[in-house]
């Protein structure tokens, strides 16, 4: 019963990773047309793409912050949904360009909410298993990037009035979208569930009421983990428990050279991503003449080649370790900005050779995405406490929030000199590429063992 709970729960979770990459998916490829038709000028499509990061870098930590203190998900989560839902209508109406621009930054902030869900992931996966877990997660966010381009198809038809609001090809992705986040929080009513409610994990006794446990967890960790692991806030805990944040440090926290590291690659990877992305819309229409079915049969087939990866990755978690993982995927995102940076700033011999070319270079850069993602994201969790992980996780996402905001501004002004844009990115793959080989011996979990000395002392190297 409780594993069906479970199960149900992160159901519920990949739903909403899923209508995060379909809203991408059906807003990318055609807001830069509806910019257009808004009058807006060129770099609002940076704008725009960079607004919906901006929310989110924001609200994350204080969304984090909030589970941790509470020791629940499910209200958050609610909660953080209103704000797509209103997003998504205010882009339905879309009356200029600054209200579309304000659509983003409203359906950014539910974004922030994932900080709270990988917090609450964490507490709920043992180490060994928590790659294949986010790998899973993250793949529904990449089946929606392969479903949305579908639904594209469809919404691209629409030519009707609903009241005082026009529906077309631009406008109807905003009202699909907010009906889907409609039903989306009554999924979540009936299906997620978290220990606010009952303990999620079977335990016994005092054992499941003063900490998250994971399944089948080995007797020996859970004892330590009972201590350095408070999730539910019990009438009769500790000050320690009541107060995950008690003697926390954020400089001793998020200082460590490992940490250091890992924050690093994900800023790096976020921005080289969000601006190649900001750069293919504007490229295909160029050399390509590219419609949105075009650019969104294009995203169709980038989702299977990402969703294929994700699992690859969740196969290869077990064999090898985190940090193994992450050095291969740095390694193609490196091969991928040389290809682009010689084969695509200059692009010769003909249409089938340029797209061929084009092709080549999406593949190789999608290729190594679920290398980094899935292996940065997990390796974060081991090296950061658990106690206070939807913080932490804020902290990360915040950071990737950043990348996200400054990447589509850096290519929206470059997008007609690409020998600046991608050597740049080069440069900073090569630095992060040099820091994870000087740092791959810290790149690891914690050893845990009992000491005497309380929770901090029994970590080793």
Not at 42 to 52: R, T, V
Not at 103 to 116: E, H, K, P, Q, T
Not at 180 to 197: K, T
Not at 207 to 225: G, K, L, M
């Amino acid at each position: 019963m409780e594993k069906h709970k479970r199960n149900l729960t992160f159901f519920a979770i990949g739903l909403i990773f899923l209508l995060n990459g379909i809203e991408y998916a059906v807003i990318l490829p055609t807001i830069w047309r509806y910019l257009q038709i808004l009058e807006a000028p060129p770099y609002f499509l940076g704008l725009g793409l960079s607004a919906f990061s901006l929310s989110g870098l924001l609200t994350g930590p204080l969304f984090g912050l909030w589970s941790d203190r509470s020791g629940s998900t499910k209200h958050i989560v609610l909660f953080s949904n209103l704000f797509e839902i209103a997003g998504n209508f205010m882009y339905f109406v879309g009356y200029s360009k600054w209200l579309l621009l304000c659509s983003r930054l409203v359906a950014g902030i539910g974004a922030g909410a994932g900080s709270a869900i990988f917090g609450f992931l964490t507490h709920s996966t043992r180490p060994e298993e928590r790659a294949g877990v986010f790998a899973t997660i993250m793949a529904f966010r990449q089946a929606g990037l392969l479903i949305g381009p579908a639904f594209n198809m469809f919404l691209r038809l629409c030519d009707f009035t609903l009241g005082p609001f026009v529906v077309n090809k631009y406008t109807s992705p905003g009202i699909f979208m907010c009906a889907l986040w409609i039903l989306l929080q009554f999924v979540v009513l009936a299906f997620y569930r978290d220990d606010e409610e009952e303990p999620l994990m079977g335990g016994a006794g005092d054992e499941a009421v003063h900490r998250y446990r994971a399944v089948d967890s080995d007797p020996a960790e859970s004892s330590f983990s009972s201590e350095t692991q408070p999730f539910r806030r019990p009438p009769s805990s500790s000050s320690s428990a009541l107060n995950p944040f008690r003697n926390f440090s954020a400089s001793a926290e998020f200082l460590r050279e490992e940490v250091v590291v890992l924050l690093t690659a994900q800023f790096i990877t976020l921005f080289n991503q969000t601006a190649l992305e900001t750069m293919v819309t504007p490229l295909t229409q160029h050399y390509f003449s590219f419609t949105e079915l075009g650019n969104s049969l294009m995203y169709s087939l980038c989702g299977v080649e990402v969703i294929l990866g994700f699992f690859f990755v969740r196969w290869l978690s077990t064999k090898a370790a985190d940090r193994a993982v992450l050095a291969a995927g740095l390694g193609i995102c490196c091969v991928a900005c040389v290809w682009c940076l010689i084969f695509l700033t200059d692009a010769r011999g003909g249409y089938k050779w340029e797209l061929t070319a084009f092709v080549v270079g999406v593949f190789l850069q999608l290729l190594g995405l679920p290398f980094v993602a899935v292996s940065q994201v997990s390796l974060f969790s081991k090296v950061t406490a658990e106690r206070t992980q939807g913080f932490s996780q804020g902290v990360r996402r915040s950071v990737g929030g950043l990348a996200t905001i400054l990447g589509p501004l850096w290519a929206g002004g470059l997008t007609n000199n690409l020998y600046i844009m991608l050597g740049m990115m080069l440069a900073l793959l090569a630095m992060i590429s040099v820091m994870t080989a000087l740092s791959y011996g810290r790149l690891t979990e914690p050893r845990r063992v009992r000491g005497a000395g309380g929770p901090d002392a029994g970590l080793r190297r």
